[in-house]
């Protein structure tokens, strides 16, 4: 059964490392959460290393940059590792492709160096895909119909964000992993390394291993998440235990009347994803 924690300092005696997800545990797209920042940079100066594991479709220094704009302390993490970073890989075999680009401008960073060509959609070879062009006003309905012509030309999809919607302030946005599961229903063949795909999580661990200065494992690993989707189903892949924070995205849905977090609820809705977890927090905390 889950087990209700106050916060990770109660676990700090069984654990070492920490994964643990950026959007809506540690920022929410406008904002950071000083708690949580907190929380972390207290483990990483006492326990372990910190690996910082994100769904962004940008590498690891342009997502580091945006950490720091808002507000999130470098001493609350060890180390960070994207979807990007490992996107890339899928990418470069690809080069000079032409591909159809599918995904706003601040997302650039992630071609960078790789020699990829861009191309209309009736040009390209396969779709490289970071999200909605306009996520602050698009749905995946604005992109059937391209999709679906997509799809009838038997292009892959690399999609970089597995992220199906994340919190932007107090507002849910879709990513690229929304287009991604219309593109799927659509027929068309999907590629992702992102979470929760094994690629994200061993580079995750490599570097880790690096940090501690030993090899670590996955027993003395803790990963933290809000997403089922993506950080439950990632970490029970890997056989890692997760603590479920649920000030995220499905914080509603785990709460009874009164507002209070109900770790039944919880469970029924990790489990109706055939998903679970070790752990549940309101937040996270130390």
């Known amino acids: 059964m889950i087990r209700q924690i106050e916060g990770i300092g109660a676990l700090a005696a069984r654990y070492e490392v920490l994964l643990c997800d950026v959007w809506g545990v540690i920022h929410n797209g406008r904002e950071s959460f000083p708690g949580p920042c907190a929380a972390l940079a207290r483990w990483r100066a006492e326990r372990g290393p910190v690996v910082l594991i994100s769904n962004s479709p940008r590498p690891c220094p342009e997502v580091a940059r945006q950490l720091d704009g808002l507000g999130v302390p470098r001493e609350a993490w060890s180390a960070l590792v994207t979807s990007g970073d490992v996107t890339r890989t899928l ?3 690809r080069a000079p492709g032409p591909a159809y680009r599918l995904g706003p401008d601040r997302d650039a960073p992630l071609y960078a160096g790789l020699g990829l060509a861009f191309a209309p959609l009736e ?13 602050d006003v698009e749905t995946p309905e604005d992109y059937r119909a391209l999709l679906t012509e997509a799809s009838a030309r038997r292009l892959p999809m690399i999609c970089a964000n597995p992220d199906r919607v994340v919190q932007r302030g107090e507002r849910l946005v879709y990513c690229g992993g929304a287009l991604a599961e219309l593109y799927e229903a659509l027929g068309g063949e999907v590629i992702m390394a992102g979470k929760p795909y094994a690629p994200l999580y061993e580079a995750c661990l490599a570097r880790a291993a690096e940090l501690a200065g030993h090899a670590v494992e996955k027993a003395q690993v803790l990963a933290i998440g809000d997403g089922i989707a993506t950080d439950a189903k990632g970490a029970n892949a890997q056989g890692i235990d997760l603590l479920f924070v649920a000030a995220g995205i499905h914080g509603a849905e785990m709460r009874d009347a009164t507002g209070r977090l109900d770790a ?17 927090a309101d937040a996270l905390a130390w």
């Open 91 to 93: 990418l470069a075999p």
């Open 123 to 135: 040009q390209a070879k396969f779709i490289a895909c970071t999200g909605p062009v306009n996520d």
């Open 264 to 280: 039944g609820a919880a469970e029924r809705l990790l489990g109706a994803a055939g998903a679970h977890a070790a752990y549940l």
